[in-house]
């Protein structure tokens, strides 16, 4: 069974700091994608990203960036000069082969102050 | 403006009534969902569809039912035998394997 674990439930940081949201997961299949969401305050998820098993490139967009590692199971994502506006939740899911269902992990409430 | 709304924002109800949470969508994509979010947790799924007058239960079904006539539409009723119904609820529907959610329903049951 797939599962996904982001064991940050909070984060703290003040402006300007870079933070990175970690996400772990578990999947028997060699098919699979990965996702970030960001749920700000409204409580609509915007979609950030996707990544599929056989891609391990790095992402960067802007001041996102993606690393992604199969040997350690791991999808992390780093914002880099948090603004205010980056306070949200963040979740981390998963997707196996054909099957298109999403497995969320329980999210990281993300709080940048000023 | 294409994209996926959900009606009302806010829904309050009595215990014992049933009540049903509608999401539209105009992206022309063939499958829809419905997701549960409570406090602290993560998303889970209730029902989805891929496609019209098809439609699979997802990991927490029990007390909830559903329909697809159209395309657009994929409504999600809570019924009274769903025992915890207070709740969050996002609708999405998705394109090449990527979901797009709505702006979500929150309902009280009291």
């Known amino acids: 069974a797939q599962k996904v674990t982001q064991a940050q439930t909070e984060i703290s940081v003040v402006e300007k700091e870079d933070v990175t949201l970690d996400c772990v997961y578990e999947?028997?299949?060699?098919?699979?994608?990965l996702f970030w969401y960001k749920q700000p305050p409204s409580g609509e998820l915007v979609f950030l990203i996707r990544?599929?098993?056989?891609?391990?490139q790095n992402e960067i967009s802007g001041r996102y960036s993606w690393n992604f590692q199969k040997s350690t199971s791991s999808f992390n994502f780093t914002i880099t000069a948090s603004q205010v506006v980056d306070s949200a939740v963040y979740f981390c899911?998963?997707?196996?082969?054909?099957?298109?269902?999403?497995?969320f992990g329980k999210g990281t409430l993300l709080t940048v102050n000023p | 403006d294409g994209g996926i709304t959900q009606s009302p924002k806010y829904l309050f109800r009595k215990e014992g009534q049933n009540v049903t949470l509608s999401c539209e969508q105009n992206?022309?994509?063939?499958?829809m969902y419905w997701y549960r979010q409570d406090p602290g947790q993560g998303l889970r799924l209730i029902y989805y569809?891929?496609?019209?007058?098809?439609?699979q239960k997802g990991d927490i079904a029990e007390g909830y039912s559903v329909s697809r006539e159209k395309k657009e539409s994929f409504p999600l009723t809570v019924t009274s035998a769903q025992k915890n119904p207070t709740a969050f609820y996002l609708c999405?529907?998705?394109?090449?394997?990527?979901?797009?959610f709505g702006p979500g329903t929150r309902l009280t049951v009291t």
């Open positions: 990544r599929n098993s056989f891609d391990e």
């Open positions: 992206l022309n994509h063939d499958a």
């Open positions: 999947t028997r299949d060699t098919t699979y994608y």
């Open positions: 899911a998963l997707s196996e082969g054909s099957n298109y269902k999403l497995t």
């Open positions: 999405a529907s998705s394109i090449a394997g990527v979901e797009y």
């Open positions: 569809s891929q496609i019209v007058n098809d439609f």
